[in-house]
């Protein structure tokens, strides 16, 4: 790479303009009547669809009833009307499978006829039903090669929207599942929806046992916080490590990171928020309801938070909202980069998911309360969260997993891999009481009480923030803080809404079995909390999760410290971690073998990919001009050993210099060894050597080049420094 490249790219950027955003008129449209404008959203339906019809589909979105097929295409032709009239000229089938993005192929509403015209074709069948390539998509040996066939069926629980280009160009997006040809899912939006259902029918045997007799269902509701980078693209097209891995494979800590803390939550550049409203408006006309924006921590790192929804309508809504940033941000000139650690030595990016359970009456379950009723309830509830945590807490570091989060776990701007509870200090003390009576709240040796009104009025903040803590309660709900930015939301609720279920499961199961020997509910509710409480004690903490202190306590209350996604998978397949998701029917045997092949197989291409990319930008680019720049300083050590006596400190600096370039040839020698060494014959033996091998020849490799970037001419430096690409905007 040619310096000039580099210098014109920065005076480019230094005076560059934030893109002039849309008209006053069509930002107003987009806040107000805008709000959902390309979403077949229930308003639309009402006005298209016959009034039958249109009730027969909201009770199959509501409440998960099967659709009526000669419903399918009276709905199919007001879709494509509706579409054709929007603009769009394609339709297709969006599906989630197992590489971690969304899939789309696009088919055109348009077919012709025998005398050279066309017509408008989409009928319910092709409404409901794809059928996409399946061989191509990982499958963990489910499918073999030869065995293609795969479907997509339509979500009616998930609206149907239009997606357009930056030309106008539409094409009608329908959310769908995606299935074998022998009926297991290849995605993760089926098993997401199996435990949907599955923590819906454990919680309603709950609130039944308290009481309620008029809830249907009960839902999980996410709001998913999205942090994320902002790099220009001139710099970001002069970095191949990003470009093909995501992250920075080399790079030198700046002088000046966020030591300062002064980039989080502060004045916003104007070509960031430009970018921003350019995002939110997009996405409001999608339906997605973008509540927050802000600077986060590490100079260049931003976030958007939305308000809470239908967990599976927030995991799409999630996957299009990073799909719109990555789109939006070419028009503003930027590169949005959803890897967890794309720089070394700042914070990382996250996604925390706020998730609660909420009944069809509209109640939060996790939410404290204002009514006796509702403090019972609310206790049952807790009592589960800790129970699914501290039973299946490998089941929930399995929906964290990924070689990118990895690099992000357990630093100081993400919580650590061991899983524990944040309660806060009031909630603490109320369960510790319960659990060993009411001295351990205040001294007195009389027992705590508890029926259905067993607690006062609790406030909705019973304590303050714990950043530190990987799963922590805040209020009304819990922020499962391990999530990666890059990862499909959809992964962490299938585990934590399968662990829930089991929970709910169990703790119902106790209930009936009191109740049937003539137990009172308020006694068998006091007597099942307190031995509740007692035995999943151990996974509350409310101290600094980041401290060493803590990694030693946790080992002595016996919680798992699966530190990376290899360790973590290899217990994929253990009898009790299967048993979680196989019990209430969330994922069979096979898919969660297959699942465990597809994501050791993920974990070693991805450090295989960043391997290979290293050696050839070392051998390429950083090293040719570490050995020109060597020779110049040999050259300048003999000159002034000519013209004086003592030249000893030009001499050093030439070896200071050598001694990098030295190491770094030999690194360079043992990664080329490493990614074209025997990985070994299992996937889980494949992915360890990866982990093992190569990412530690990569990170000495690393270690010499960032050496040389400070010994080295800026000028002639090959790569856009982490000052030029976390400051530049």
């Known amino acids: 790479m040619s310096s000039t490249v580099r210098e014109t790219a920065l005076d480019h950027i230094s005076t560059a303009q934030p893109?002039?955003?849309?008209?006053?008129?069509?930002?107003?449209?987009?806040?107000?009547?805008?709000?959902?404008?390309?979403?077949?959203?229930?308003?639309?339906?009402?006005?298209?669809?016959?009034?039958?019809?249109?009730?027969?589909?909201?009770?199959?979105?509501?409440?998960?009833?099967?659709?009526?097929?000669?419903?399918?295409?009276?709905i199919a032709g007001a879709m494509k009307d509706w579409a054709l009239e929007h603009g769009a000229t394609h339709y297709t089938h969006w599906f989630q499978?197992?590489?971690?993005?969304?899939?789309?192929?696009h088919d055109a509403f348009l077919s012709p006829t025998a005398d050279g015209q066309v017509f408008g074709e989409f009928s319910g069948k092709m409404l409901i039903k794809g059928e996409p390539d399946a061989s191509s998509f990982p499958s963990g040996g489910i499918r073999s090669t030869f065995e293609a066939r795969g479907y997509t069926a339509w979500d009616p629980t998930s609206p149907v929207f239009l997606l357009g280009d930056e030309y106008g160009r539409k094409t009608l997006y329908i959310p769908t599942v995606f299935y074998s040809y022998t009926g297991e899912a290849l995605d993760r939006k089926t098993p997401l929806m199996r435990s949907v259902e599955a923590v819906s029918a454990q919680a309603l045997r709950i609130l039944r046992?308290?009481?309620?007799?008029?809830?249907?269902?009960?839902?999980?509701?996410?709001?998913?916080?999205?942090?994320?980078?902002?790099?220009?693209?001139?710099?970001?097209?002069?970095?191949?490590?990003?470009?093909?891995?995501?992250?920075?494979?080399?790079?030198?800590?700046?002088?000046?990171?966020?030591e300062m803390e002064d980039h989080y939550f502060g004045s916003i550049p104007s070509r960031v928020l430009a970018y921003m409203q350019d995002v939110e408006q997009?996405?409001?006309?999608?339906?997605?309801?973008?509540?927050?924006?802000?600077?986060?921590v590490a100079p260049g790192q931003f976030e958007i938070a939305p308000v809470y929804e239908d967990v599976n309508i927030a995991t799409d809504h999630n996957m299009l909202t990073m799909e719109v940033m990555r789109r939006t941000a070419r028009r503003h000139g930027y590169v949005c980069l959803l890897h967890e650690k794309p720089f070394a030595g700042v914070n990382g990016?996250?996604?925390?998911?706020?998730?609660?359970?909420?009944?069809?009456?509209?109640?939060?379950?996790?939410?404290?309360?204002?009514?006796?009723?509702?403090?019972?309830?609310?206790?049952?509830?807790?009592?589960?969260?800790?129970?699914?945590?501290?039973?299946?807490?490998?089941?929930?570091?399995?929906?964290?997993?990924?070689?990118?989060?990895?690099?992000?776990?357990?630093?100081?701007?993400?919580?650590?891999?061991?899983?524990?509870?944040?309660?806060?200090?009031?909630?603490?003390?109320?369960?510790?009481?319960?659990?060993?009576?009411?001295?351990?709240?205040?001294?007195?040796?009389?027992?705590?009480?508890?029926?259905?009104s067993v607690l006062p009025n609790i406030p909705r903040d019973l304590s303050d923030r714990n950043r530190t803590s990987p799963f922590a309660f805040t209020g009304n709900k819990f922020e499962f803080r391990a999530l990666g930015s890059s990862q499909n939301i959809a992964t962490a609720n299938i585990s934590l809404n399968a662990a829930m279920a089991c929970a709910l499961d169990d703790i119902a199961s106790m209930l009936e079995a009191e109740l049937a020997q003539g137990t009172p509910l308020n006694a068998a509710i006091q007597s099942l909390l307190a031995k509740l409480f007692a035995e999943h004690m151990p996974i509350v903490f409310d101290g600094n999760g980041y401290s060493d202190e803590w990694l030693a306590e946790a080992e002595k209350r016996g919680l798992?410290?699966?530190?990376?996604?290899?360790?973590?998978?290899?217990?994929?397949?253990?009898?009790?971690?299967?048993?979680?998701?196989?019990?209430?029917?969330?994922?069979?045997?096979?898919?969660?073998?297959?699942?465990?092949?597809?994501?050791?197989?993920?974990?070693t291409h991805s450090v295989s990919i960043e391997g290979h990319t290293a050696l050839k930008l070392g051998r390429t680019r950083i090293l040719p001009v570490a050995l020109a720049y060597q020779t110049r300083l040999a050259k300048a050590a003999s000159s002034a050993a000519a013209l004086v006596d003592d030249a000893?400190?030009?001499?050093?600096?030439?070896?200071?210099?050598?001694?990098?370039?030295?190491?770094?040839m030999s690194a360079l020698d043992t990664l080329?060894?490493?990614?074209?060494?025997?990985?070994?014959?299992?996937?889980?033996?494949?992915?360890?050597?990866?982990?093992d091998t190569v990412l530690p020849a990569m990170n000495a490799c690393r270690n010499h080049a960032d050496a040389l970037e400070c010994l080295c001419a800026s000028h002639d430096w090959p790569l856009p420094s982490y000052a030029e690409l976390l400051w530049l905007h």
């Open 349 to 452: 990016s996250g996604k925390h998911n706020n998730w609660s359970l909420c009944d069809s009456d509209g109640h939060n379950l996790l939410n404290p309360g204002e009514t006796p009723m509702k403090n019972a309830q609310f206790l049952v509830f807790l009592a589960a969260v800790l129970r699914a945590v501290h039973k299946h807490g490998i089941n929930l570091r399995l929906g964290i997993i990924g070689a990118s989060n990895d690099h992000r776990l357990g630093a100081n701007e993400a919580p650590p891999a061991v899983l524990s509870v944040y309660l806060g200090d009031s909630l603490s003390a109320i369960i510790r009481a319960i659990a060993y009576g009411k001295e351990a709240a205040g001294g007195c040796s009389e027992p705590l009480q508890i029926g259905v």
């Open 648 to 664: 000893a400190e030009e001499k050093a600096y030439f070896v200071r210099v050598r001694e990098q370039v030295r190491g770094l």
């Open 97 to 105: 499978p197992m590489t971690g993005l969304t899939a789309e192929k």
């Open 209 to 258: 046992l308290l009481g309620n007799t008029t809830a249907t269902g009960v839902q999980a509701m996410v709001g998913s916080e999205q942090e994320y980078f902002l790099v220009d693209r001139r710099l970001y097209v002069q970095r191949p490590d990003l470009m093909m891995c995501g992250r920075t494979l080399y790079g030198a800590k700046p002088a000046k990171g966020q």
């Open 19 to 74: 893109v002039a955003p849309l008209p006053a008129p069509e930002q107003g449209k987009a806040l107000a009547n805008g709000y959902g404008c390309d979403v077949f959203n229930t308003r639309v339906m009402r006005q298209r669809l016959p009034r039958e019809v249109y009730d027969r589909l909201m009770r199959t979105m509501t409440h998960r009833t099967p659709l009526d097929p000669a419903d399918a295409d009276i």
């Open 560 to 603: 798992p410290n699966l530190k990376d996604t290899v360790a973590a998978l290899a217990h994929y397949s253990d009898k009790d971690v299967m048993a979680v998701f196989e019990r209430h029917g969330v994922l069979s045997p096979r898919e969660m073998l297959s699942r465990q092949e597809i994501l050791l197989e993920n974990y």
């Open 672 to 691: 080329e060894a490493a990614v074209n060494g025997d990985f070994g014959g299992t996937a889980l033996a494949r992915a360890a050597y990866a982990r």
């Open 282 to 296: 997009r996405l409001f006309a999608l339906g997605i309801p973008a509540h927050t924006r802000h600077n986060e």
